[in-house]
């Protein structure tokens, strides 16, 4: 399943940038996140409740930090395993800024199975929109303070 979309924040791009890239404001704005930890480097181990429709549960997933291009682009890796299934994807987020207001740009690919898959791809793209949207404006709330 691809993934796209476009957010703009009403926050300067180094602030977005720096946000974007702080585990602890990551673990305060991703939808179901428990639990968010540097193992290292740029890898980190994340505990997250999610699911789509009545499938619901926690995972344990890998997140990765990669190509990073300060402060206008970076690549998101993540793995995740749980009871109802998995979840694999990246992404690539591209920063501009113009006029105080930095255009998020994200690209991506994800995939789930288990039994996840078994909901079908509608509701699992429109799952994953619900959670972009509801991530993108906890992040705009942590870059303006």
């Known amino acids: 399943m691809r993934l796209e979309g476009t957010h703009e924040l009403h926050a300067p ?7 974007l890239t702080d585990p602890q404001v990551l673990a305060r704005c991703i939808p179901g996140c428990e639990s968010l930890e ?3 480097g740029d890898v980190y181990t994340a505990k997250l409740s999610a699911g789509v429709g009545a499938i619901k549960g926690v995972f344990q997933a890998t997140v990765r930090m990669a190509d990073m291009r300060p402060p206008e682009h970076y690549r998101l890796i993540v793995e995740g395993k749980g009871q ?4 694999k994807g990246s992404g690539d987020m591209d920063l501009t800024e113009k006029d105080g207001i930095t255009s998020i740009h994200y690209v991506g690919e994800a995939s789930v199975g288990g039994l996840l898959a078994s909901v079908g791809q509608r509701m699992v793209e429109s799952a994953a929109k619900m959670l972009a949207g509801k991530f993108f404006s906890a992040l705009e709330a942590e870059a303006q303070k």
Not at 13 to 19: H, S
Not at 84 to 87: A, C, H, I, Y
């Open 13 to 19: 791009r180094d602030k977005v940038f720096a946000a």
């Open 38 to 40: 540097k193992q290292a």
């Open 84 to 87: 109802p299934g998995f979840l």
